[in-house]
């Protein structure tokens, strides 16, 4: 699986979501892109809709939102004052080319894929509070282009019912909490390994909670794609994303981890631990090579590592 010519394994693809951080400033979102290229991030995701997409245009308790970092918000309002308007999307898929790095949209009702369509994107993402929503996954799926599926809210046999609609293509699926921010013990990282071996090898994380612990944490477990939200410090996401200078030191640590994980090797492979006969030296460590050489010339037999490493233990 590739997205926008990025083959999608190893190392981990990071995705720089920019929510609703741009604040309704088109240079406040271009800063956000471009310092996610510079934090490291592989893409930039955005989210297209308009407050219609997501609720109705009404007053009362239903909606309006009872906890969290919005809360308070009436839906309609929040979302109003949260979209990024659509106007921007030609003008910042052209940004991004220019300093080279991918953008790709979370999409939130089958009318705005029509849209996104023109702009040939290179991927989709369903968010966790639509991720039931049938025609809406199933429309994404057709299109061919690589979909990432947010699981927040859903339980096991709630994604095998929505891996039927999409099994035939090319999906993504991340561990998600739809918790902001997430709570350490709520998070329930385990879950990635379960859902490596039974759904797909294509599993991610999309983190929500506070610092860059979980991410690390993910790509020890084996995560394809880790998503985490951008900003600037400002906007209605700031209670829970990264900076760009902590996106970076994410990022860091995420490829640090890659490299220290390596493959299975240990380190007899090429040194062994003997003692200079003949001498009250120290032991000393030397290459295979070399011991079997100083065996020939003391008019010993070359050894073998086993038999080496015991008569240099027994000394």
Same mark, same amino acid.
């Given at each position: 699986?590739?997205?926008? #010519? ?7 693809? $990071?995705?720089? /979501?920019? +929510? ?14 471009? *310092?996610? *290229?510079? =934090? #490291? ?55 991004? *080319? ?12 089958? *009318? ?35 979909? $990432?599926?947010?699981?927040? +809210? ?31 013990? /709520?998070?329930?990282?385990?879950? $990635? ?39 600037? #410090? ?6 829970? =994303? ?19 994980? !390596? ?27 070399? =011991?079997?050489?100083?065996?020939? /010339?003391? !008019?010993? /037999? +070359? ?13």
């Amino acid at each position: 699986m590739k997205i926008a #010519g990025r083959e999608i394994g190893k190392p981990v693809y $990071i995705v720089a /979501d920019m +929510g609703a951080s741009h604040c309704r400033r088109y240079d406040w979102a271009q800063r956000i892109i471009r *310092k996610a *290229k510079m =934090a #490291g991030a592989d893409a930039v995701k955005i989210q297209l809709y308009e407050p219609e997409d997501m609720t109705v245009d009404a007053e009362g308790p239903r909606f309006d939102i009872p906890d969290g970092p919005w809360k308070g918000w009436n839906l309609w309002k929040l979302y109003n004052k949260a979209a990024m308007p659509l106007g921007w999307v030609s003008a910042l898929i052209e940004y991004a *080319k220019k300093i080279d790095i991918t953008l790709f949209p979370t999409i939130y009702s089958v *009318k705005r894929i029509r849209f996104a369509e023109k702009f040939n994107f290179p991927a989709y993402k369903v968010a966790s509070f639509e991720n039931t929503e049938e025609p809406l996954v199933k429309k994404l799926a057709e299109t061919g282009k690589p979909l $990432i599926i947010s699981t927040g +809210g859903l339980d096991y046999f709630g994604i095998v019912k929505i891996r039927r609609w999409c099994k035939k293509f090319n999906t993504i699926w991340l561990k998600c909490v739809s918790n902001y921010p997430t709570k350490a013990e /709520d998070l329930n990282l385990r879950t $990635i390994l379960q859902m490596n071996r039974t759904f797909s090898r294509f599993v991610g994380l999309s983190d929500h909670s506070l610092g860059t612990i979980a991410p690390v944490i993910a790509t020890a477990l084996g995560v394809v794609m880790i998503e985490k939200h951008i900003s600037l #410090g400002e906007g209605f996401d700031k209670s829970f =994303a990264l900076t760009p200078e902590r996106f970076m030191q994410m990022v860091k640590a995420v490829r640090f981890t890659e490299a220290a994980l !390596g493959s299975v090797k240990y380190d007899t492979e090429r040194w062994l631990q003997r003692v200079d006969y003949g001498t009250t030296k120290r032991p000393r460590a030397i290459c295979r090579e070399t =011991a079997q050489q100083e065996c020939a /010339d003391n !008019g010993r /037999d +070359g050894k073998s590592r086993h038999e080496v490493g015991t008569e240099a233990a027994r000394v």
